[in-house]
């Protein structure tokens, strides 16, 4: 199992949230962020100067199987690029384990509803 965490811009969230979705990635959390980067250059926009750090970010956070890994980190990457400085970072980190609450389930089985499965759907 893997926890992705990302940055992004906050004007590309939903387009990042549908393409998770199409990802068949529905649960995830996220947060209303503010940070600093490193950027050495403003954007200039129709004459106003704005400074890329100050950009609005949304962080969001969940943990997948290791199979959903390389397409949860696409469908985030395509949908939050803009090609300009600021899109944001992607990070995957290893959990080691997981449990869920309400039926004490462990590991992968604690990421889905085994009821839900459907038999065409990899989750």
Known sequence: MK??????????FMEVRRALHEADIDFLSWWDVKGQGDAKQGLIFRGIAYDVN???????????????????I???????????????????STIEQAVRIRTGDYGDESLYSKEDEQPNKTK
């Open 54 to 72: 100050a950009i609005e970010r949304i962080y969001i956070s969940f943990v997948v199987r290791n199979i959903n890994v390389e397409r949860s």
């Open 74 to 92: 696409e469908a985030i990457r395509k949908a939050a690029y803009t090609g300009e400085s600021g899109d944001g970072r992607i990070f995957v």
């Open 3 to 12: 926890k992705i965490e990302a940055i992004i811009r906050k004007s590309k």
